[in-house]
């Protein structure tokens, strides 16, 4: 079954500094990936969906990337600030499926000043 | 508001208790999702309504737990007897069609005593 695996550990790093998250997956070729932002007792936000046919996708101080042959997506923040500060889920659709969305576990990234 | 919106926000119920969520979508989201989410996991899928059919259950809704989208606008998920199992966060989401983005309303959050 399809199965996506992220950093299990928190990443904290320094304000400023270029946080990069990411996100494994396996028996599965998706057409798209998503990434959503989670605060604490929150629902996720989404924040940029990237097609197969595209390599990088930018908005603001956001960038992803997505190997479909190496089966990754990298998701950068640059110039971190402490409100980056929460849990960054992954996603991808089973379009057979009704588009349900299958995540990974987040990883918590905490931004200190 | 125009986004997603969940009732209640929190929820506190005794082991055997009924209870029943509410959802909202985006207006005109012809697509709703509920998905459930355990602390440290990410949200993991229910099942899924396309206006009012719903079209899908995972196995982890077990027969304790019903959903409805009687006039393919609002969605009810319903847990009969609850179990301390089913303390989580119950999450909706609603899209305008499949592959499109899910947006997620802000949960509700379920302690069964």
């Known amino acids: 079954s399809q199965k996506i695996e992220q950093n299990s550990e928190a990443l904290n790093i320094q304000e400023g500094k270029t946080a990069t998250l990411t996100c494994n997956y396996t028996n599965y070729s998706p057409a798209y990936l998503q990434w959503y932002r989670q605060d604490p007792g929150r629902g996720p936000v989404f924040l940029l969906l990237?097609?197969?046919?595209?390599k990088e996708k930018r908005k603001e101080r956001l960038k992803v990337t997505f190997d479909t042959t190496l089966k990754q997506s990298l998701f950068h923040i640059t110039a971190s600030q402490p409100a980056d500060s929460a849990t960054y889920l992954c996603?991808?659709?089973?379009?057979?499926?009704?588009?349900?969305?299958?995540f990974g576990q987040g990883t918590e990234l905490s931004v200190k000043p | 508001d125009t986004g997603v919106s969940q009732d209640p926000r929190h929820k506190i119920t005794k082991r055997g208790q009924n209870v029943t969520f509410r959802c909202d979508p985006i207006s005109e989201h012809n697509r709703l999702y509920w998905y459930r989410q355990t602390l440290g996991q990410g949200p993991e899928f229910l099942t899924y309504?396309?206006?009012?059919?719903?079209?899908?259950k995972s196995r982890l809704l077990s027969d304790r737990f019903s959903a409805e989208r009687p006039k393919g606008s609002f969605s009810t998920l319903e847990i009969q007897r609850t179990e301390q199992g089913d303390s989580a966060m119950y999450l909706c989401?609603?899209?305008?069609?499949?592959?499109?983005?899910?947006?997620f309303g802000p949960g509700t959050r379920l302690t069964v005593l």
């Open positions: 990237i097609r197969e046919n595209e």
């Open positions: 989401a609603s899209s305008p069609r499949t592959g499109d983005t899910q947006y």
């Open positions: 309504f396309q206006n009012e059919a719903q079209l899908e």
């Open positions: 996603a991808l659709p089973l379009y057979n499926q009704g588009g349900k969305l299958i």
